[in-house]
């Protein structure tokens, strides 16, 4: 492209830009639509794709997190930003995180950690507002879930007790049911036996077929008659 087609060309691009600037004006300007809001007045809406820190989901039927301290995500994570610790808790069989330190000024928002999540309890957050004045961008993940989890530990001794109970009612069936069938079945194999034993005790009066009168040998066949040979009579010669 020469030079005035350089010009040509860039003298193009500019009217498109301003073809756009000046309708979106227009738009804003007739009220049509807003491209700008008035923050911190008005809040953004996000779109549903929008990624931000990654924080603990709060479950509905237990009102918390369900971290269970597998260390999953702390063993994925390449930028090396996640570091908990928590294990056993008194009264239930669940494990439980206690802390859920995360360095966010390392992490990239990878997601391996969501992934890699046995219990689905990590998340992208939608907060936006993280701007700070220094690098040390900290959080503690399960602080404020601290004050649920003496609830949960109730709610959870529960709900295991509940699913004991019925598990063992289950292994209860499982065996009665077990042993009926058994039962059932040397029933069967005690009758088919006396079945057996009857039928060898009985006499065997049934007629049995006439034997098959063997047939007679066959003639020997009559031999061949003798065929008489006739004597020829020899001619006397006439006595000269
Ligand atoms: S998003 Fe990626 S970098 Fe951030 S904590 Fe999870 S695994 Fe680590
Ligand atoms: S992978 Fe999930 S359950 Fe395991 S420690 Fe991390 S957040 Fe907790």
């Known amino acids: 492209m020469g030079y005035f087609g350089k010009v040509l060309s860039g003298f193009g691009s500019l009217l498109t830009g301003m073809r756009i600037t000046f309708s979106q004006f227009a738009k804003t300007f007739f009220g049509r639509k807003n491209v700008t809001l008035q923050y911190p007045k008005e809040q953004p809406k996000l779109a549903p794709a929008f990624r931000s820190a990654i924080k603990l989901i709060r479950f509905e039927e237990t009102g918390t997190h369900d971290c269970v301290a597998c260390k999953a995500c702390e063993r994925i994570c390449p930028s090396y930003c996640i570091k908990l610790s928590g294990g056993k808790v008194e009264g239930i069989k669940k494990k439980r995180v206690a802390e859920f330190e995360m360095d966010f000024s390392l992490c990239s928002l990878c997601g391996l950690c969501i992934d890699a999540c046995p219990t689905d309890t990590l998340e992208y957050s939608k907060v936006y507002e993280e701007a700070g004045y220094n690098r040390d961008w900290r959080v503690d993940l399960v602080a404020e ?20 109970t019925a598990k063992k009612a289950k292994a209860e069936a499982a ?11 040397a029933e069967k194999a005690k009758e088919a036996e006396a079945e057996a034993a009857d039928t060898a005790e009985k006499p065997d009066t049934a007629e049995k077929p006439p ?6 040998a066959k003639a020997d066949a009559p031999a061949k008659a003798e065929v008489p040979t006739a004597e020829v009579p020899t001619a006397e010669a006439p006595k000269s």
């Open 145 to 164: 879930f601290r004050e649920y989890e003496a609830e949960f530990v109730e709610k959870q001794r529960v709900i295991e007790e509940k699913a004991a």
């Open 175 to 185: 065996k009665k049911a077990k042993e009926a069938k058994k039962a059932k079945e």
């Open 211 to 216: 034997a098959l009168e063997a047939k007679p």
